[in-house]
């Protein structure tokens, strides 16, 4: 029989299915513990879920504006009043989107012009990659080193060209931990100002940082208008699965998002907004109870790698913890996930997927998942000779 054709476009062909979809199902396969793809095992606030529940049942249940639910835009300008001293304005620099990852691919597709280039700094979350491609920009790369991932301006300068309009950054960064000091800002903002860049900031861990607080661009003079902001309701607040985010931009660079969203999404289900706008008002006890429960997550996931001998990197923020398997000689990432998930019963993510080149790199264990869990995956992981047994 002759194979099918072929329909997916050039553009969109390189990136194939998803390390997480691909991991998913093996682990699901092979019974294993998904350690894998970061999506929380419990779900958010019971209240921010109830004030959902009453909107589907009370309504609104239509269409919401192209720009969100004013009850909300006001939330999330009261929230980065709250959380960064920075005044915003409701009505002309939110604008309420399909998860952070619809802002990205609205951002995108709203700034570029074909050919434009766009740095991504690896290992990157890779919606950016594919928003870059649907737009018809190019990627360029910026790659600080393991097991460190410092960004300055010698990892930025490598990669920038004189077709480049935009730079896309994430802190706290999936999946290395990192939370940008404030050197690395500076080398960011120099970088942008003097390269007369976009600067498009993911900020979709913004609560879940473990020892310096996360400080957005926004707080910037010189990037505050220059910056589009993207966030969502989904991993601070256990609601992935929500897919409702924003972007928080000057009236131009909003204009630019708002142009491509009128047609790809145009309005995010409505009654879930309201749900957000709740989630966005909690109290600051709300947030340092998430904090502190990840925490402790994320110490009991350090401790068992270590004891395991994988040589964990304590992230900063994040729901992930980085395994420097290449300090016990492996030089293949991805046979080593594959060999973890089939003999030990623990699904965890190469880094390779999340460079241009496929580059070996560490290995990502999530640790938003109940704590039985993660002492199962721990107890799997730390059974005598099980890491010597994976060695080459
Ligand atoms: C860095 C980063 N940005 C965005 C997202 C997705 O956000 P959302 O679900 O709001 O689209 C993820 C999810 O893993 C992520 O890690």
Request: overall charge negative; some cysteine.
């Amino acid at each position: 029989m002759s194979d099918p054709p072929v329909h997916v476009n050039r553009r969109m062909r390189p990136f194939g299915t998803s390390i997480f979809a691909e991991v998913s199902a093996a682990a699901a396969a092979h019974g294993a513990i998904n350690l894998g793809q970061g999506f929380p095992d419990d779900d958010g606030p019971e209240p921010v879920r109830r004030a959902a529940a009453d909107a589907v049942v009370a309504g609104p249940n239509q269409y919401a504006p192209l720009a969100g639910l004013p009850v909300l835009r006001r939330a999330v300008a009261a929230w980065m009043r709250r959380t960064q001293a920075v005044d915003v304005d409701a009505d002309r620099e939110v604008t309420v989107v399909a998860g952070a990852t619809g802002g990205m691919a609205d951002a995108m597709l709203g700034l570029l012009e074909p050919g434009d280039g766009v740095i991504l700094i690896e290992p990157w979350y890779d919606a950016y990659p594919a928003a870059v491609a649907m737009a018809g920009g190019r990627c360029r790369f910026a790659t600080p080193v393991a097991p460190d991932y410092r960004i300055d301006r010698t990892v930025l300068e490598a990669a920038v060209d004189d077709r480049c309009r935009v730079l896309v950054v994430n802190s706290p960064h999936n999946p290395t931990g990192r939370v940008f000091d404030e050197a690395e800002w500076d080398a960011i903002e120099s970088f942008v100002v003097e390269h007369d860049l976009v600067l498009v900031s993911d900020e979709v861990y913004e609560a879940l940082t473990y020892d310096a607080p996360h400080r957005s661009p926004l707080r910037r003079p010189r990037l505050r208008d220059r910056t589009i902001v993207v966030s969502s309701i989904g991993k601070s607040f256990s609601l992935t699965g929500w897919k409702i985010g924003w972007t928080v931009a000057s009236p131009g660079l909003t204009e630019a998002v708002r142009a491509s969203h009128q047609f790809t999404i145009f309005s995010v289900a409505t009654p879930l907004q309201i749900g957000a706008a709740t989630a966005l008002g909690l109290p600051d006890e709300a947030f340092e109870d998430l904090r502190r429960d990840h925490r402790e997550r994320r110490d009991l996931l350090v401790e068992g790698l270590d004891a395991a001998g994988l040589h964990p990197i304590v992230p900063e923020g994040t729901y992930f913890v980085l395994a420097d398997v290449g300090r016990l000689g492996i030089t293949d990432d991805r046979a080593f996930c594959d060999r973890l998930l089939r003999e030990v019963g623990v699904a965890a993510i190469p880094t390779s997927a999340f460079h241009h080149d496929g580059r070996p790199g560490p290995v990502r264990f999530a640790f938003c998942k109940r704590r039985e869990v993660l002492a199962e995956a721990i107890d799997r992981l730390g059974r005598p000779g099980t890491v010597a047994g994976l060695l080459p």
